[in-house]
């Protein structure tokens, strides 16, 4: 009972372009994979946006969490630690 046969695709074809006529068929289509398209890129660039910001969004957490102690948070300024090289 899994699938459609080949005869309810045949069915399912015909219902669409009674509806929607035979001009009309190609041009929904062609919009509908510009979409799909628009889609997949935004996506992609969002999971490449995901996956940059992740590395700095863990290292501002461990720079700003106070509750690490003064050993895990950075500072802007130099250390007083002046030792000859």
């Known amino acids: 009972m ?28 062609r919009s509908l994979g510009k979409s799909m398209r628009i889609f997949k890129s935004e996506i992609k660039e969002m999971q490449a946006d995901s996956k940059s910001d992740a590395p700095t969004q863990i290292a501002s957490e461990r720079v700003s969490d106070p509750a690490d102690g003064p050993a895990t948070q950075a500072s802007a300024e130099p250390s007083s630690d002046k030792r000859p090289a």
């Open 2 to 29: 899994g699938g459609l046969q080949p005869w309810h695709w045949v069915i399912v074809i015909a219902v669409f372009v009674l509806l929607f006529g035979a001009k009309k068929l190609p041009d929904a289509a």
